[in-house]
């Protein structure tokens, strides 16, 4: 994630921001250039009937907001004069909470905006992003799903491109329960999006002519019984070595899961580095000898060359994250470890990003 800056009084601005604080200005996220805009209202309205705004940062062009700015859910634009009511990121809502039911709204409030950060990640990488309209088999779409008032709770998952949020999952005291409950060591909004769109794009990616055979050799084979894998995994844990080969204990429990957990970590990994770069970060603490906790994330994330550029960033900074943390009686920002395999793992994620990215 970058950095912006406000185009009329040169404030700080991040992503979620819908009002500068300095100047007042109205923002807008211009997702095809990747920027967060001042905008000037224009008065008139477009054929769709919504107002037109001129983004400072693309002076030339209109803009409205996506319907979704009326609930406060949403601060991308579209481009004026088109038949698009929803922005590149809500595009792909299939299912959303009833808002009218208290909580709710701001519950689906706080899962746009880790959609929306997925959805950034995604196009900066150079993914496909097709939506039911566009591919209704296969495209990607969100479910976000409250609990019934009887019956089985909603369970985070995938199928076929659609990925299912439990509404649930945005209140923090529940994931925070459920996180304590399964052992795991991170459970984060933005963390359930990841890993599911990680198995939405091994079916795009690898399953459908892609290398297939190649990603069994490096995760395992994926035609094993899912379902009894996952049974197993519930009632055994996973192996006591896992650490060993895997990016976290979960990923164990079939070469699907370990794809989709592999995947997870790396944009994990290129989002997080290109923040240190945005912030200009660079360690290079007194106390060591060697260089292996000194680095300076001086390149663009999204578009590095080798897996090992991006893991030789990393480590120093989830070092000196984690202990910053600690001092603060906070959890570790990363709590895991990244072994050679791991490493492997995330390379081949890497590899097939830009080979995918090469073919367009």
Partial sequence: MKLFRCQACSQVLYFENTVCVRCGHTLGFLPEREKLSALEPMDEKDAQGGNQWKPLAAPEETRRFCVNAEQKACNWLVPAGTNDAFCLACRHNQTIPDLTIPGNLASWQRIQDAQRRLVYGLHRLGLPLKNRIEDPEHGLAFDVLADPQAGPKVL????????????????????????????????????????????????VLVREGGPLEECRAMFGDDSQDYEKALKTHYENGAPVDWQSAYVSAYATTHPWEDFAETWAHYLHIVDTLEMAGAFGLKLEPDIARNEALDTEVDFDAYRAETIQQLVDAWLPLTFAANSLNRCMGSPDLYPFMLSQPAIEKLGFVHDLIKRNRASQ
């Fill in 156 to 203: 985070t998952g995938h199928d076929e491109g659609l990925i299912t949020m439990a509404l649930t999952e945005a209140d923090d005291a529940e994931r925070e329960r459920r996180r304590t409950a399964m052992g795991e060591p991170y459970r984060t909004l933005l963390g359930h999006f990841r890993h599911e769109s990680g198995h939405h794009y091994w079916d």
